[in-house]
């Protein structure tokens, strides 16, 4: 495994003012495979469709379909409009197999929660999108792995939040896009926003 690339988060975190929610996956896909450098850069990775339908009542609000690929000035206006942070659970990774999934991916560094907490000290709730990046925050946290859908409050290095863990928006998750939409209506519609 030691002949393995580590491989370095190629984003800096999306921390607008005043957030109140902080979205975490696991890692990025290669580059590659990436309609544009930001988070769920895969075209067809559904994260920004849900977000679409939840918000917009549009799976295609945020693609630009001539160009194919999202609208990336319009995803970031919309996230700092909604106080809505990105980042992911690991900051370094070994890749297992040439690929994005979870399961083949080695953690070897994980997100400092205390700094970002002390950057946005107005979180109040992270939101997980599937099973590696849950466990990696509920471990921190020294909390069981919620089920999908479910919320569970954490203390974490002096900071309280819910962490909330959905449904994973990649197409290999077996569910439809219309219901994992109506998971993260639910999720939203519960932190206060109108959805």
């Known amino acids: 495994m030691d002949l393995i690339k580590i491989e370095q988060h190629p984003f800096e975190p999306f921390l607008p003012e005043g957030a109140a929610v902080l979205m975490l996956g696991t890692f990025p896909p290669k580059p590659e ?13 559904d994260m920004w ?10 799976k295609g609000h945020f693609w630009i379909e001539e160009e194919r690929h999202f609208d990336l000035p319009r995803l970031k206006s919309f996230l700092t409009e909604k106080k809505i942070a990105l980042y992911d659970t690991a900051t370094r990774v070994r890749r ?22 002390k950057a946005c000290p107005t979180l109040r709730a992270i939101v997980t999108a599937g099973e590696k990046a849950t466990g990696v925050i509920a471990e921190k946290a020294g909390v069981q792995v919620p089920k999908t859908g479910e919320v569970t409050h954490c203390t974490c290095q002096g900071h309280d939040f819910d962490l909330y863990r959905m449904p994973s928006s ?26």
Do not use: H
């Open 33 to 45: 495979q990436w309609s544009m450098e930001f988070y769920y850069p895969n075209k067809i990775n």
């Open 49 to 58: 469709r849900i977000m679409g339908l939840i918000f917009f009542g549009d």
């Open 96 to 117: 297992l197999k040439d690929n994005a999934s979870d399961k083949f991916l080695d953690i070897v560094e994980t997100i400092d929660l205390d700094t970002f907490f």
């Open 170 to 195: 990649s197409r290999a998750y077996p569910l439809s896009l219309e219901k994992k939409a109506d998971a993260y209506r639910e999720m939203f519609r519960q932190l206060g926003y109108e959805v």
